[in-house]
């Protein structure tokens, strides 16, 4: 009994981190009808960010070491909080407004350049670091020529045949954004395991016999505390307005004047902070260390739960997170472990032959 | 009509003799290139199954790779695990060549034939599952796959099998083996089309309410899509264990199937020539790009989604490149495609 008590509070615990995770796939899905696969790779930058930042950045950072601080360090957890929420929120826009917008919109110039750079900037270094005369003038002429190229090609292409844009489309394009920030990862931070130890002195609480780690329960107070801004935001601002407008129907939320692509970005921002947040929480508080590809299974079991409650849900992407936790931990912790990355599809599979939308998820019969 | 099955087979039994050629000719070229071409012609016979389900018949399956391990772990255990028991067998003696054809054969048709059984498994939820709900069901199918072989201890669990007998005792006859498969899979895929039953494929596609309203049964139509590209990525499979010699289930993850999937999308869904040619451009690409080492997957990636971003419908959208179209250039091609 004490232990299935246990195993339940590790999988609320671990539950409430997939739940975090799970609310950015959702909300996306939810006004883009997109599954965004790069959520799992911002949630690796929030992880980052918050390793550069106790470990480099930060003024004060010989506090993280020191393991007398005690209260400055709780200052420096938060100060990196945010910094790892604003960041991977301006990543998630930067996200939306060159990857996903295109799709939508289709290219224009602004997008055309930026790609031609972007393509430009791994070619350029082949000739040098991009801040030396050789480097710098490669990517620049590079990034012209491609970028001014990439107009006249397309508007050719699109003579031919009309634009068109389709739900596997954009799916693809969102596993080539996870894959450039994978591998952009893997040269800027290094494929060498980053780990910053115990931000705030770890102790053990015991209640007749069930432990609580107070890295853990840190965790889930502050995802407790970050849904519930959501939930506010959501539901009691002009901006949640119009992202629950935007996600009923896009086509007349246009028509009643709603800026949707602010929105839609407002959204992205929104989403990314919540998995930075839940990225560096992570780095910081627990024993995980981080690799570029170390938010690709987090990724995806978020992504499964948010799909397990119904797309496009939020209450439901929390209890899917939670279900996806729980049942987890209970694997984890029976004699068929190994079977632990497995549980999550096959609840997934169950649920979905039962409710084809999703636990919570309304399932609209498609009008002809 | 009878002149165009003759002239059809005749054609297949022509590719089938140059390929034999190509393939004792590969004992002249290095065992890269000759590596790098077979592995195309896996990625070739991958991408037109797959362009089965997604491209003709519209479902959204990214999960591939679940059916090309089956495949691959069933022909390597009929090799590895059940051969050697009935090896005294006139026919299917090891070493002769004979029986390593014989054997490649059943292994082949094993492969397929547990690849296709997984398909029907998980072409029952594509009934009533749509879009990306199906999509994220297949995915995770793929990934329970590769996790129950990696704990099964009769398959070598995480260590996967080694030592499989290569395809005929040497590598002489892999090109011959793989690109007959591929050969089979485009004509099925091709005939498929053109057939009366492939019109109710590609109806499914286009708006499957409608094609229930026609009178096209959609279920079976669907199961039978499923059943028959993966029966094809289950062959895909079985060669690849026979080639590699090695298999573990780490080659079968769920980038695989995302590789897979990126073919098909690049290419054109629903085309089968634009299937092959991105199967083609995708393997030999990273191998191209080597001089570029670290930059290579970030030059990839940004590449990918500029592709999608500028040209969404795939290189050749749902056109085919043919003699005909060289011929005749005014003509729409079957499957939905717009007049060049």
Redesign the interface.
């Known amino acids: 009994m004490q232990a299935l008590v246990q195993q339940l509070i590790y999988g609320i615990q671990l539950g409430s981190l997939y739940a975090l995770i799970a609310l950015g796939y959702t909300m996306v899905y939810g006004v883009l009808k997109l599954i965004n696969f790069a959520h799992g790779d911002v949630y690796m930058v929030g992880a980052y960010v918050g390793f550069y930042a106790c470990t480099s950045w930060l003024p004060f950072k010989e506090l993280a070491t020191n393991p007398n601080a005690g209260g400055t360090n709780i200052l420096l957890a938060i100060v990196a909080l945010l910094l790892s929420m604003a960041i991977c929120a301006v990543l998630g826009m930067t996200i939306e407004r060159f990857a996903y917008r295109p799709l939508r919109n289709g290219l224009n110039e602004v997008d055309a350049i930026f790609w031609g750079f972007a393509i430009a900037l791994p070619i350029s270094s082949k000739f040098g670091p991009l801040f030396s005369v050789k480097g710098g003038l490669a990517f620049i002429v590079i990034g012209v020529i491609l970028g001014f190229l990439m107009r006249p090609v397309m508007a050719y292409m699109r003579k031919r045949i009309k634009l068109s844009s389709s739900r596997l489309n954009a799916l693809i394009t969102a596993i080539g954004v996870s894959l450039a920030l994978e591998n952009s990862g893997l040269l800027v931070f290094g494929s060498d395991q980053k780990f910053i130890g115990n931000l705030i002195p770890e102790s053990n609480w015991n209640f007749g016999g069930i432990q609580i780690n107070s890295g853990q329960f840190i965790i889930f107070c502050v995802s407790i505390i970050l849904m519930a801004a959501l939930r506010f935001i959501v539901l009691y601002t002009r901006r949640g307005k119009a992202m629950r407008a935007i996600s009923h129907d896009i086509e007349a939320a246009k028509l009643m004047g709603i800026d949707t692509d602010k929105v839609i970005s407002f959204t992205f921002a929104l989403g990314a902070s919540l998995a930075g947040a839940g990225g560096m929480m992570v780095a910081a508080m627990t024993h995980v260390k981080v690799t570029p590809l170390f938010g690709l299974q987090p990724g995806l079991k978020a992504f499964v739960a948010a799909v397990l409650g119904g797309a496009g849900n939020i209450p439901g992407a929390v209890l899917g997170g939670i279900i996806m936790g729980v049942s987890e931990a209970y694997v984890a912790g029976s004699p068929y472990s190994t079977y632990k990355d497995a549980i999550a599809f096959c609840l997934l599979i169950i649920v979905l032959l039962v409710r084809p939308a999703g636990i919570l998820g309304k399932n609209v019969a498609e009008k002809v | 009509m009878l002149r165009g099955t003759f002239v059809r087979f005749l054609g297949f039994a022509f590719s089938l003799a140059l390929l034999l050629l190509v393939s004792k000719g590969a004992a002249y070229i290095k065992d890269y290139y000759v590596s790098v071409i077979v592995t195309c012609g896996i990625y070739v016979i991958l991408a037109v199954s797959l362009n089965l389900i997604?491209g003709i018949t519209g479902q959204?399956s990214?999960g591939h790779a679940g059916f090309y391990a089956v495949g691959a772990y069933v022909g390597a255990s009929w090799s590895l695990l059940a051969l050697p028991r009935i090896a005294d067998t006139p026919l299917l003696k090891i070493g002769t060549p004979v029986g390593d054809t014989i054997n490649v054969i059943i292994a082949i048709i094993l492969g397929a034939g547990a690849a296709a059984l997984a398909g029907f498994v998980v072409g029952i939820?594509s009934l009533?599952?749509?879009?990306?709900?199906l999509?994220?069901?297949t995915?995770?199918?793929g990934?329970?796959i590769r996790?129950?072989f990696?704990?099964m201890d009769a398959v070598g669990a995480a260590r996967g099998l080694t030592g499989i007998p290569s395809i005929v005792s040497n590598h002489d006859m892999s090109i011959f083996w793989v690109y007959g498969v591929a050969i089979l899979v485009i004509m099925l895929s091709k005939n498929l089309i053109g057939s009366v039953r492939g019109l109710s494929f590609l109806a499914v596609r286009e708006d499957e309410?409608?094609a229930d309203a026609m009178g096209v049964n959609t279920t079976r139509v669907k199961v039978t899509a499923f059943v028959l590209g993966s029966a094809f990525a289950g062959a895909a499979g079985s060669l690849y264990a026979h080639f590699a010699t090695g298999i573990s289930p780490d080659v079968f993850d769920?980038n695989t199937s995302?590789i897979i999937?990126?073919m098909v999308?690049?290419g054109g869904?629903g085309s089968i020539t634009g299937s092959v040619l991105a199967a083609i451009m995708l393997t030999a690409l990273p191998e191209w790009l080597r001089f570029?080492q670290?930059?290579r997957?970030?030059?990839?990636?940004?590449?990918?989604?500029?592709m999608?971003?500028?040209?969404?419908?795939g290189i050749f959208?749902h056109r085919e490149i043919s003699f005909a179209s060289f011929k005749r250039r005014k003509r729409a091609v079957i499957g939905g495609g717009?007049a060049?």
Request: proline share 6%; aromatic share 10%; glycine share 6%.
């Open positions: 997604n959204f990214i939820p009533r599952l749509r879009g990306d709900y999509a994220i069901v995915l995770g199918f990934e329970v996790v129950i990696l704990n309410i409608a769920m995302i999937t990126t999308v690049l869904t570029l670290d930059y997957m970030v030059i990839f990636s940004t590449t990918l989604i500029v999608m971003l500028t040209r969404p419908q959208g717009e060049p």
